[in-house]
């Protein structure tokens, strides 16, 4: 029903930046609250980011508040992730997810479709 492809997953070094896009087709797209979940080796996936059906409001984990950034284009079908002042601690799978209702969720089950995964590395 809903495919999500992401890009923008390289390597970059502690310090950088980069913008993660997640594309997504289906007609009910701007319904959908959208979230982006990581997952580092070892780790249970755990909630990054989440944005509203029309990027009114959008919600953080505590540990990139203030230098992660959420948004969405709905005329572009698209989501995305600016990382700033990325960390090692940040290396992780990075997915996009697809909400079935328009208010945002930190919970993962509360997700309906998820994206492929893209490997984002932070060196030192």
């Known amino acids: ?29 701007s319904s959908y609250a959208m979230g982006w979940f990581r997952q580092s080796l070892g780790k249970e996936r755990e909630f990054v980011a989440a944005i509203n059906w029309n990027g009114g409001n959008a919600y953080y984990a505590d540990s990139v508040k203030g230098r ?16 700033n002042s990325l960390k090692p601690k940040d290396t992780a799978v990075y997915y996009c997810a697809a909400r079935s209702t328009t208010g945002y969720s930190s919970n993962r089950y509360g997700y309906d479709y998820w994206g492929q995964g893209t490997q984002v590395t932070v060196s030192s």
Do not use: E, H, P
């Open 1 to 29: 029903q809903v495919q999500l492809v992401v890009f923008g997953g390289v390597l970059v070094q502690a310090g950088g930046s980069l913008r993660l896009s997640c594309a997504a087709s289906g007609r009910t797209f």
């Open 68 to 83: 992660f950034t959420i948004s969405r284009d709905n005329a572009k079908n698209t989501v995305y992730l600016q990382m």
